[in-house]
C-alpha cells in the first residue's frame, strides 16, 4: 500500500489566515482525495483531485475557501483559505490503490482555529 | 444511493471480551466494503476489506463477512486487547470505484 505523508502534522492559527496542507504519496496515484474530520464526526469529501485538471468539489466545499492544487502524481495541497473556529478539524488526504477500491490515508493534519 | 449505517457507540468492554460492531450497507451492484480503524492522534488505517459476496476480511484477530443477503458487514473479534481501544469506521466503495461511503464511526474503549 501507498505510505502518505503530511505536513504539518498540526497547527493553531488565527483567524482570517490561511494554512496550506502539503501531501506526498510514495507512488505515483491517479487520484487523490481530501477530507475534513471534525471533532468526534465522521469524514467528509471536500474534494478529489486529479493531476492536470481541476479538483471536483462536493457539496458544501467551494474552491475559493479550499483551493487545491495537484501539479503531479505524487502531491497535492488543499489551503483553508480566510480560516473561521468552524474549520477546526482534521484534514485528511488519501489515495486510492488495489483491485478493490480501497483507499489509503495519510495521517492528518490537526487544524485549530482561534 | 449508496449509504452505510453503523452501530451507535461509545462501547466500552472489558479485556477478552467478544466484540461485534454492527455494520449494514445501502449500495447498487457490487461494492466492496472495508473496516478502518482509527487509534487516538492518528490517521484511518486499512483492517481488512471484502470485494464480493461470502467473502470474509480478517487481520488482527479481527473478521467481518459480506452478507449479500443482509446488506451486513459486522466486525467481530473473539478478545479484545486494551490496545484495542480506537474508533473503527464502515466503509463502502462503489462499484466504479470512485465514489466512497463512511459510516459514522463506533469508538471502542477496553479497559483492562
Known amino acids: 500500500s501507498a505510505v502518505i505523508s503530511q505536513k504539518p502534522s498540526r497547527d493553531i492559527c488565527q483567524r482570517g489566515t490561511s494554512l496550506t496542507i502539503q501531501c506526498q504519496v510514495d507512488?505515483?496515484?491517479?487520484?487523490m482525495f481530501w477530507y475534513r474530520q471534525q471533532p468526534g464526526q465522521s469524514l467528509t469529501l471536500i474534494a478529489t483531485a486529479n493531476q492536470g485538471s481541476e479538483a471536483t468539489y462536493e457539496s458544501g466545499f467551494v474552491i475559493d475557501k479550499f483551493p487545491i492544487s495537484r501539479p503531479n502524481l505524487t502531491f497535492s495541497t488543499l489551503t483553508v483559505s480566510n480560516m473561521s473556529p468552524e474549520d477546526s478539524s482534521i484534514y485528511l488526504c488519501?489515495?486510492?490503490?488495489?483491485?478493490?477500491?480501497?483507499?489509503?490515508f495519510g495521517p492528518g493534519t490537526r487544524l485549530t482555529v482561534l | 444511493g449508496n449509504s452505510v449505517t453503523q452501530m451507535e457507540g461509545p462501547v466500552t468492554l472489558s479485556e477478552e471480551a467478544f466484540l461485534t460492531i454492527n455494520c449494514t450497507y445501502t449500495?447498487?451492484?457490487?461494492?466492496?466494503l472495508f473496516w478502518y480503524v482509527q487509534y487516538p492522534g492518528e490517521g484511518l488505517q486499512l483492517l481488512l476489506k471484502?470485494?464480493?459476496?461470502?467473502d470474509k476480511g480478517s487481520n488482527k484477530g479481527f473478521e467481518a463477512t459480506y452478507r449479500k443477503e443482509t446488506t451486513s458487514f459486522h466486525l467481530e473479534k473473539g478478545s479484545v486487547q486494551v490496545s484495542d481501544s480506537a474508533v473503527y469506521f464502515c466503509?463502502?466503495?462503489?462499484?466504479?470505484?470512485?465514489?466512497?461511503?463512511f459510516g459514522t464511526g463506533t469508538s471502542l474503549t477496553v479497559i483492562p
Open positions: 488519501s489515495v486510492q490503490q488495489g483491485g478493490g477500491g480501497e483507499q489509503f
Open positions: 466503509a463502502l466503495s462503489d462499484q466504479t470505484g470512485n465514489q466512497f461511503y
Open positions: 471484502a470485494t464480493k459476496a461470502d
Open positions: 507512488s505515483q496515484v491517479t487520484m
Open positions: 449500495a447498487t451492484g457490487y461494492p466492496s
